[in-house]
C-alpha cells in the first residue's frame, strides 16, 4: 500500500509541475527583467536567486534538460553576487536581461506540451502511474509548488534522466556546484570559490517520508504578492525566522494550493484588496476542517472605517495599514504564528458526573489540548499548583462545593486572579447564569453542547489568556539585550512630560538619530545583517546616555532619544558625542565588519511645540537640514524669530487698522502645470503696506496675527475676498482656480464652514475653484479637528493642500486621514536640495505616494530653469515662483502659451 501512495503522489507531483511550469517562467522572467531595468537591490537579487534555484533543481528531478541546464546557467551567474552581496553592473545587467530573453521559446515550449490543464500527455502521465500502482485517478487537481513540500523528489511512474550537473532544489542561498554548466556567452562571472558536486536525487526513504511530514508540519505561510519593496523585505524575515513561505502572485494558484495544503498564514498585499471577499471565504472553508489556527493578515492603503471592517467580514486576524514597517509587520505575523506553537492548551475539568467529565475530556484532548478531570471538587484545588490549568471548565451544581463557591475560592488566589473560568452545565436559568458570572467566572455554556463550540469557547479564551500573559510579561518596556525601550513608551513618557506645567523650565528635549546612507548600506549587506547592524547601534547608542533617557528604534533606519534635562548647547554636545563614539565604533555581524555615520536632529522642549508628533517632526526636518553640504550633521530645530517688542506692537496696531479699512492687499501668482495642461489657477499672497511704504508679507503678518488673536479675522478677510475675485471671473466667463492659504483656526471655528457654505451659494461658485491651503505642522498637532472640517469641504467640492511636505512616516501617516487633494513641497526640496541626491529621492518618494492616491504635487518658491528641469524629471506635477511669473495684482498669466 505504501508503495502505491508513494507511486501516484509521484505522479501527482510531476503532473502538477509541468502543468504550472510555463507559468513560473514566465513569472521569473518577468520578475528578472523588472530588476534589470529599475535597478537591482541585494535582497531582490536573493529572491530571485532562491527562485531560480528551486526551479533548476525541480527541472532536473523532472527530466526537463534543456530547461534545467538553462535555468543553472542563470543560477551560476546570480550565485556570485549573492556570496559576495554585490549586485551586476550594467554590462552584467544587460547580459543577464538577454539570456533571460531566451526563457521565451522554453515557455511556448512547455505551454503547447503541459499548459492545458486537461493536456493529454500529463493526464496519460497519470492514467498510468495510477494504473501500475493499482489505484484511482485523481479527483483534486495539485496545486503549483506542491512537489516543495515533500524534499528531494520521489520516484516518478517511468525512469527520466536527470542531468548530473544540475543542482538539486535546496532551502538555502548556496555557492554553484564546483563542475557547473557553462553559462551562456557573455555573461560574466566574478571569480568565487565554489562548493562540491550535489549529490544526485535519491528515492525517499520511510526515514525521508517522516521527514517531509514533519517539514510539512512546520508553521507554513503562503504570500499573495505583487512584489512591492515591504513585501520583498517582509519575505525574507519570513524566511530568516524560520518559517516555511510559499509566494504566490495570483487568486487563482492560491485556490488551488489552499485546496491541497491549509497553511497557519496567509498574508495578503493591498493589491489583491478587490478579490478580500474571494480569499476570505477560501480561508473560512479551510478552517473548517483543520486542526490547527489558519491566520489571515491584509495589507490595505487605507485605514478608513469601510475598508476595516470589509477586511474583518472577509475573516482578516490582523488589518495593517500602509505605509509600515516590516519590523512591525513581523512583530503581527509572530503574534498571529506563535500564538498556538507552544505547548497544548492545559484544561482542568471539574464535573461530579464522571460520564460528563470523559466526553468534555475525549473531546478537548483531540483538539491537541492538555487535559486533566476531576470529579470531587474540593480535590481541584490541589490540581491548580501541580497542573496549572490556563483554563477551568467548571459544572455548576456539585456534591460539598458547588462551582459557584469554587470559583469565589480560587479567585482569592493572586495566581489564579485571571485564569478563564467557563462554567458548562445543563442550567437554563438565566438568573443562575449571571450569579456563576458574578462568583468570577468568564463565560458560560449550557449542555448539551456540540463539540465544535465547546472547542471554539475554549480555544478563544486561552489563546487571549497567553497573550495577556505575554504582554504581562514583557511589561518591562525595556529591551534586555539592546537597552532600547518600546517606541510607544518613549511616546508617552515625551507626552507626559509635555503634560508638565512649564516643560520649558525643566530643559530637555528629542532627539532624531538616522543611520547615514542606510539604504546604501542595506543594499551593500543585505536586509538581515543590516537588521543586525541596527541593532548593535541601537544598543551602543543606549548605553552611552544618561539613566533617565530613554532610547527607541523609531524607523528601520533611525532612533528616538529623550533626553529629561538639558539645554540646546548641551543636546549639541551630547550629540556630537555619540557621533564621534559612533564613528569610531566597528560593528562585527557574521565576519563582517562595519563603521556607520549618525546624523542628529534636536528638538528642545524650550521650541515650545507642545506636541508629540511636531516635535518629532521638527527633529527630524532639522536632522535633514543638517545633512545639506557643508553642514555638520548635527541640527536643531528653532521656532521662527518675532519682530522686536516695539516692530511688533507697531505691526499688530497696522493689522488691526487694516481689518476695519480694508487696507490688506492680495497678489497672485500662477501654479503652472509641468506636464501640460490649460488649467488656469493662482496662489493667493497676503501683503500689507506699513509706514514708509514697507510692504509686509504673510510671514510677517501672521505670527503677529496669532499672538494678537486676530488669525481668524485675518482668514476671514482673505478667503472672502478670494471669493469676490472668483465671482468677478465667473461672470466674465473666465473661470480660475484659487489656492488661499488658510490658518488651523478656520478649522476650530465652528461658524466657518456654514460662513463658507452661505458665500459659495450666495456668489453662486463652484467649489471645485477653490482650494484651502492648511500648514503641515498645524495641520499635524490638530489632525482631528481638520479631518472633521475637511469631510465636510469634500462635500462642498472645495479642495485641500497641505503646505511645507516631507517625506517622513508621520507625514504619510498623516495623509491617510485627510482628503488631501494637492501637496506643496517644503523649501528643502527646492533650490540647493534638488542637487542633494538624498533629497532628490525622497522628493521620488513623495512622487510616487501622491500619484498613487490620486495626488497632484506642487513646487513652490521656484527661481531658475534648472530646478524646473531637475522637477520635471521627478515626477513633480506643478510648479509656481519668481521663475514662471513674479506675483501682481491681475491675473494676466498665458497658460495657454506656457502648455
Known amino acids: 500500500m505504501q508503495k502505491q501512495d508513494d507511486t501516484q503522489q509521484a505522479a501527482e507531483l510531476r503532473l502538477a509541475f509541468l502543468r504550472h511550469l510555463p507559468k513560473r517562467l514566465e513569472t521569473l522572467r518577468k520578475r ?5 531595468t529599475q535597478g537591482w537591490d541585494i535582497n531582490a537579487l ?7 534555484q528551486i526551479l533548476a533543481g525541480a527541472c532536473g528531478r523532472y527530466g526537463l534538460l534543456d530547461s534545467g541546464e538553462h535555468l543553472f546557467s542563470l543560477e551560476s551567474f546570480l550565485a556570485p553576487f549573492v556570496e559576495q552581496v554585490a549586485i551586476p553592473n550594467t554590462s552584467q545587467t ?4 538577454a539570456q533571460l530573453q531566451k526563457l521565451e521559446p522554453l515557455i511556448e515550449q512547455h505551454a503547447h506540451q503541459y499548459g492545458e490543464p486537461e493536456s493529454t500527455q500529463a493526464a496519460a502521465a497519470l492514467t498510468v502511474a495510477t494504473t501500475q500502482a493499482g489505484g484511482f485517478a485523481l479527483q483534486v487537481t495539485p496545486p503549483p509548488e506542491y512537489w516543495k513540500r515533500f524534499g528531494p523528489a520521489p520516484a516518478v511512474a517511468q525512469p527520466v534522466a536527470v542531468a548530473p550537473a544540475v543542482a538539486p532544489s535546496a532551502p538555502t542561498v548556496a555557492p554553484p556546484p564546483a563542475t557547473p554548466t557553462a553559462p551562456a556567452a557573455g555573461m560574466a562571472l566574478p571569480a568565487i570559490a565554489t562548493a562540491p558536486p550535489a549529490p544526485p536525487p535519491q528515492v525517499p526513504t520511510a526515514d525521508a517520508a517522516g521527514a517531509a511530514l514533519r517539514r510539512a508540519e512546520q508553521r507554513k505561510v503562503y504570500h499573495l504578492s505583487d512584489g512591492n519593496a515591504l513585501a520583498c523585505e517582509v519575505d525574507q524575515k519570513i524566511e530568516a525566522t524560520g518559517y516555511e513561505l510559499t509566494l504566490l502572485d495570483s487568486v487563482a494558484e492560491l485556490k488551488e494550493v489552499m485546496a491541497a495544503f491549509a497553511p497557519h498564514l496567509v498574508v495578503v498585499d493591498a493589491s489583491f484588496q478587490g478579490a478580500l471577499e474571494p480569499i476570505g471565504e477560501m480561508v473560512k472553508s479551510a478552517r473548517g476542517r483543520l486542526s490547527h489556527r489558519l491566520a489571515l493578515l491584509t495589507f490595505s492603503t487605507s485605514g478608513e472605517l469601510s475598508v476595516r471592517l470589509r477586511a474583518m467580514r472577509a475573516g482578516a486576524d490582523t488589518f495593517v495599514e500602509l505605509p509600515t514597517q516590516s519590523s512591525d509587520v513581523m512583530t503581527r505575523i509572530g503574534e498571529l504564528l506563535e500564538a498556538d506553537s ?3 492548551y492545559r484544561v482542568l475539568i471539574v464535573e461530579d458526573d464522571r460520564s460528563q467529565a470523559i466526553f468534555a475530556e475525549s473531546i478537548l484532548r483531540k483538539a491537541g489540548m492538555s487535559t486533566r478531570a476531576v470529579t470531587d471538587p474540593l480535590a481541584a ?4 499548583d501541580t497542573f496549572k490549568p490556563e483554563l477551568i471548565l467548571m459544572d455548576l451544581y456539585m456534591p460539598n462545593c458547588n462551582g459557584m463557591e469554587l470559583t469565589a475560592i480560587i479567585r482569592e488566589r493572586e495566581e489564579f486572579i485571571t485564569t478563564p473560568i467557563v462554567f458548562l452545565s445543563g442550567e437554563h436559568d438565566e438568573e443562575k447564569h449571571f450569579e456563576a458570572l458574578n462568583a468570577g467566572g468568564d463565560d458560560f455554556l449550557s449542555k448539551p453542547i456540540r463539540p465544535k463550540h465547546l472547542i471554539s469557547a475554549v480555544t478563544n479564551r486561552v489563546r487571549r489568556a497567553r497573550q495577556l500573559g505575554r504582554r504581562a510579561q514583557t511589561q518591562n518596556p525595556r529591551d534586555p539585550v539592546t537597552g532600547l525601550y518600546e517606541r510607544a513608551h518613549v511616546l508617552d513618557q515625551l507626552n507626559s512630560l509635555l503634560a508638565r506645567e512649564d516643560p520649558a523650565e525643566h530643559g530637555g528635549g528629542l532627539m532624531y538619530v538616522e543611520i547615514d546612507a542606510a539604504g546604501q548600506i542595506r543594499e551593500r549587506v543585505g536586509l538581515t545583517i543590516f537588521d543586525a547592524l541596527l541593532n548593535q547601534v541601537g544598543a551602543f547608542i543606549a548605553s552611552h546616555v544618561e539613566g533617565k533617557d530613554l532610547a527607541a528604534r523609531y524607523g528601520d533606519t533611525s532612533f528616538a532619544l529623550l533626553c529629561h534635562t538639558g539645554d540646546e548647547t548641551e543636546l549639541r554636545q551630547l550629540a556630537g558625542d555619540l557621533r564621534e563614539r559612533t564613528a569610531r565604533e566597528v560593528f562585527e555581524h557574521e565576519g563582517k565588519t562595519l563603521t556607520v555615520g549618525l546624523s542628529f536632529g534636536i528638538c528642545t522642549f524650550a521650541a515650545g511645540l507642545g506636541d508629540a508628533g511636531a516635535m518629532l517632526n521638527a527633529a527630524e526636518r532639522a536632522m535633514a537640514d543638517a545633512r545639506a553640504p557643508g553642514q555638520i550633521h548635527i541640527g536643531v530645530f528653532h521656532a521662527a524669530r518675532r519682530l522686536p517688542a516695539n516692530a511688533d506692537t507697531a505691526l499688530a496696531q497696522l493689522i488691526r487698522d487694516a481689518l476695519k479699512a480694508e487696507d490688506f492687499q492680495l497678489l497672485f501668482q500662477p501654479i ?9 489657477q493662482f496662489q493667493s499672497l497676503l501683503r500689507l503696506r506699513g509706514d514708509g511704504g514697507k510692504l509686509y508679507t504673510a510671514a510677517d503678518i501672521l505670527p503677529v496675527a496669532e499672538r494678537e488673536g486676530l488669525t481668524g479675522d485675518v482668514d476671514r478677510w482673505v478667503l472672502s475676498h478670494c ?14 482656480r484659487l489656492f488661499v492659504s488658510q490658518s488651523i483656526d478656520a478649522a476650530l471655528d465652528p461658524q466657518r464652514l456654514g460662513w463658507l457654505r452661505q458665500l459659495l451659494e450666495t456668489r453662486r461658485l463652484a467649489g471645485e475653484q477653490l482650494v484651502l491651503e492648511f500648514r503641515f505642522n498645524e495641520a499635524l498637532a490638530h489632525l482631528r479637528e481638520l479631518a472633521t472640517f475637511t469631510e465636510a469641504l469634500s462635500g462642498l467640492g472645495v479642495g485641500l493642500a497641505l503646505s511645507a511636505f516631507e517625506a517622513n512616516q508621520t507625514s504619510f501617516q498623516l495623509l491617510q486621514h485627510l482628503p488631501v487633494t494637492f501637496i506643496k513641497l517644503a523649501p528643502r526640496y527646492i533650490g540647493e536640495g534638488l542637487r542633494n541626491s538624498a533629497l532628490r529621492e525622497e522628493l521620488r518618494q513623495i512622487v510616487t505616494q501622491a500619484h498613487e492616491h490620486g495626488r497632484k504635487v506642487i513646487a513652490p518658491r521656484i527661481e531658475d530653469a534648472q530646478s ?23 491675473m494676466s498669466f498665458d497658460f495657454h502659451a506656457t502648455a
Open 672 to 680: 503652472v502645470a509641468l506636464q501640460g495642461g490649460e488649467e488656469e
Open 723 to 736: 471669493l469676490l475675485v472668483l465671482a468677478e471671473r465667473a461672470r466674465q466667463r473666465r473661470p480660475v
Open 381 to 384: 484545588l490541589d490540581q491548580l
Open 94 to 97: 544587460a547580459a543577464f536581461a
Open 868 to 890: 524646473a528641469s531637475l522637477l520635471w524629471t521627478s515626477g513633480v506635477d506643478y510648479i509656481q515662483g519668481d521663475f514662471v511669473q513674479q506675483a501682481g495684482h491681475d
Open 342 to 344: 507552544a505547548d497544548p
Open 46 to 52: 536573493s529572491i530571485l536567486f532562491r527562485e531560480i
Open 32 to 36: 528578472g527583467l523588472r530588476l534589470c
